[in-house]
Structures are given as C-alpha cells and as structure tokens.
C-alpha cells in the first residue's frame, strides 16, 4: 500500500515537462492548475504538506477559495486567482466525475510581511489519479488518490458560494529591435521624464537624498528599469523608478541588486500604485525569474547604459 511518505517528491520536475507529458498545454508555468477544456485532461498542483492520511486513504481537502477569501486583503490579485482557478478546476472535475492529475510540491512556504512567498523545490508528478468526491462534514471537496467515485455517485448540487474570479489583461513586453545586430528596445522619454516628476521634491526614490541641480534648474536623478527591457520588462512608469547615480549603480551591481529589486517593486512602486497588484506580482515574477536564472543576471549588468 502506498503511504504518504513515500509520495513526498525527492526531483524537481519542469511544469513544462509535465504538462508535455500529459498532453496539456501550460499557459504559465507560474499557474497552480492547468486544464485545456472542461473535459480535462486537468493537472493540479498540491502542496505535499496539504495531503492527509487517513484508513489506508490519502487525499486532500481542497481549501484554496477559502484561501483566497482569507487573504483578499493581502495576496496579490494574481495568487487570488490562481487559487481560485484550482477551485474551479476541482469543481469542475467533481461535477464531470473527472479524475484530476496530480504534482506534488514540497519547498519553502513562508508569510512575507505583505504576502506568502511559496517556492518549489520539488515537483513530481504522480502516477496515480485523484477523484474528487463529496464534501464531508466541513462541506468541502475531499480529492482521494486512486478511489474512482462510486458508480452511483451523484455530484451534489448545494455546494460552494459564488466565485467571481477578476481577471485583467497581462500586459506584453515591448518589441525588440534589431540594429546592427545589437538588440534595442524601443523608450519612451516621456515615461523617464513622468517618473522623475513622481520623484517627490526630486529626491532619490531609494534613499531620499537629493539630486544636484543640472544646469537647466532640474535635480538630476536617473530612471532605472526595475525588470531591464532585455528582461521581458516593461518601458512603462510603473516599471522605473527615479534614483540617485549611487543607487542606479547599486541597482545593477551591488551584491544586494536582488534584494533591491524586490524593494523597488514592493516599497516604491506598489506604493505609488496601490491598485496594480497584478501587475506588481508579475514584476515580482520576472524578478525572481532574474535572480534564479544566472544569464539573466549577466544580462543584468551588461544593461548598465539602462538609463
Ligand atoms: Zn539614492
Ligand atoms: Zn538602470
């Protein structure tokens, strides 16, 4: 009999490689679940710390709308979603008497002082399917490994409150140029020149100092990309932020440029827009993508004419 231990994941398997090998295609990788129709084949993602034994059954109990519920006022909108779409995936499942595939995770969850950080460090998929089956007593799904639904099984039709899932456009990436072979990407100097007015009294965004007077009577300050252009960033205000010749420096090769990324992101500019959840997660997104990804880092520091 299989026991839950010995489903803990011991690799890391791509969500690409698993979506490849059940013939589903991955919209991101950054998605909990994944489903090219209401007829499945669908793939969720669980945290091994979820599962529960239990008489020889192991499942788990899908919590991730009440999740979201809970944490309406501080998870991005982004991981709302996410959470909710597993909901809907499970639902959907449920009422179609559908199995659902299943990776496990195990890593490193931890709650931010804003918001939960979750990494993966592994991911396996497991062999057997999961069926969802009727609510127990606390009125929700419970997903059991390998216990098809009974033949005479009935979804019930008294479950679950309304979920209306918010959805809004992903933004895209500039387009790349090629000139003589170099890569540019197109800039707006109007989006330079607007960041430098939400500089507030021409102070540095990151440490408050002062820019020197240029001789047109501004205070000098650079823009700085927060996601470089060549990083899938975006030439967009909510992407820059005006700071000090030090700190521009420090962005790009300080030993702490990670860390101040994750700062520019959540300290200057969710702060500037507190409305742009979304659209801060996914920055946060392609930033831990960066610090993960070694040749984005050396693409980092080669970007230092970012101004
Ligand atoms: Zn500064
Ligand atoms: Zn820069």
Redo the contacts with the bound molecule.
Sequence with gaps: MTTLESLKPTRKQTVKEITERLGISMSSQYDWCFSDSNDGPHLLNIWYDHMIEENGEIYFIDNSAEWADQNRKTAVTVQINRANAVTSTIQTAYYKKQPVHIAILDGVRKMGSRRETSEAHQRELDDALWYPHHKGNDGRIRVIRGKPQPDDFEPTTDLFPDQSVETRPIPQPPAKLERNGVATFPRDSEVIKAVKRRAIEGRCEICGKEGFRTSNGDFYL????VI?LNCGGLDDIRNVVAICADD?RR??FGEDRHELRDRMIWDILHVHYPNETIFMELLDEKSHEITRNSSSVRMLED??T??
């Design positions: 650079e823009g700085h990309h470089p521009h962005a790009h970007n230092k970012d101004s």
